[in-house]
């Protein structure tokens, strides 16, 4: 849920930051820069999986490590522990959520439209990503203490944004300041027990009740009775996203130059293999050709031009997997 304090919303107060490598990045330079962030992102999408598939309870940095296709001494290289890799996968997952709130609320500026919005936009999120959802509302519950503090300074955030109807009153006297905690209290304690039943309807049908409960204390019972009536605005239906590793399977080793290219080709959709060399800085016309082959052998890209058998230039294109490749390595943003 969205505030309207120059676009801030819901964040992460602190981000938790890969272990030091004792200076071995900052040698390695730029390239070791990024084979360290794709390693990182791979134990977080590993540590989501687990945790949707095992619960916190069941991780462990061995688990995380192997699951990740890492040794654990590569683990204990980026995070300090298991809490560590925890801990930002957490932070991850909110940072996403909170794009989805943002996203939602952006163009709202009443606060019970705005505060609806960004309800709808979350409960959508967890409806696609049902790993994120379930380390969010249920699993963080069961974490170490610096998760739990994590928690409880996003929900801290959106005590303050829920506060904000105290200003909207028109009950006849104004809520006392715990009515926004009781109240966010109660929304995600409806979540996380619909969640744990395991209910098949998507979450987001439940955003005309949740808004009914958020707007009576401030509102009044007819405002109440107005957001329970009021259509869900739901966006199109979409398969839940299960946490998964864009990398698995994957037999080519992803190295800066690789992400460079990728990244070369999703801005420049269509380019010919000249062009994308060009953008990423090789110089090597042979090594660019057998580089884009093997890309495109591994799915990675794909050619949509005519080609050179009929004296065309390639036109080179992502393909899905090349897409959550660059994405997971965090060129795609």
């Not at 200076?23 to 730029?30: F, H, K, L, S």
């Not at 999120?125 to 928690?151: C, H, I, N, S």
């Not at 905690?181 to 987001?204: C, K, W």
């Not at 899905?320 to 060129?331: D, F, M, N, P």
């Amino acid at each position: 849920m969205s505030s309207n304090n120059g676009g801030a919303g819901v964040r992460a107060s602190t981000r938790s930051s890969p272990k030091s490598t004792g200076g071995r990045v900052d040698r390695a330079g730029r390239q070791g820069s990024h084979v360290v962030e794709m390693q990182r992102r791979r134990l977080l999408t590993a540590t989501t999986e687990l945790v949707y598939e095992r619960g916190v309870q069941g991780l462990t940095a061995a688990l995380v490590a192997e699951r990740a296709g890492m040794s654990r001494r590569t683990f204990h290289d980026i995070f300090e522990d298991r809490e560590g890799c925890l801990l930002a996968a957490f932070e991850e997952a909110v940072e996403q959520a909170t794009q989805a709130v943002l996203q939602a609320a952006e163009d709202q500026q009443k606060w019970v439209d705005r505060v609806r919005a960004g309800l709808t936009g979350l409960l959508s999120f967890l409806d696609y990503e049902p790993g994120m959802a379930r380390l969010l509302v249920v699993e963080a519950l069961a974490a170490g203490a610096k998760t739990l503090d994590a928690r409880r300074r996003v929900l801290a955030q959106v005590i303050e944004i829920i506060d904000q109807g105290r200003s909207q009153s028109k009950t006849g006297r104004e809520p006392s300041q715990l009515t926004a905690e009781g109240t966010v209290g109660a929304v995600f304690s409806v979540i996380h027990a619909r969640m744990l039943e395991g209910e098949q309807r998507p979450l987001v049908e439940l955003a005309g009740p949740l808004m009914a409960m958020i707007a009576q204390p401030y509102l009044g019972v007819a405002a109440a009775q107005r957001e329970l009536a009021r259509p869900v605005s739901i966006p199109e239906p979409v398969a839940p996203r299960l946490p998964s590793d864009p990398f698995k399977d994957l037999p080519i080793r992803l190295t800066y130059r690789t992400a460079l290219v990728l990244s070369s080709i999703a801005a420049h959709p269509g380019a010919s293999s000249k062009q994308i060399a060009q953008a990423a800085g090789i110089t090597d016309e042979g090594q660019t050709s057998k580089l884009l082959n093997r890309l495109q052998r591994y799915e990675l890209i794909q050619d949509t031009g005519v080609g050179p058998a009929k004296g065309m230039p390639r036109a080179w294109q992502l393909t899905q997997r090349g897409e959550g490749v660059l994405q997971a390595v965090g060129e795609g943003d």
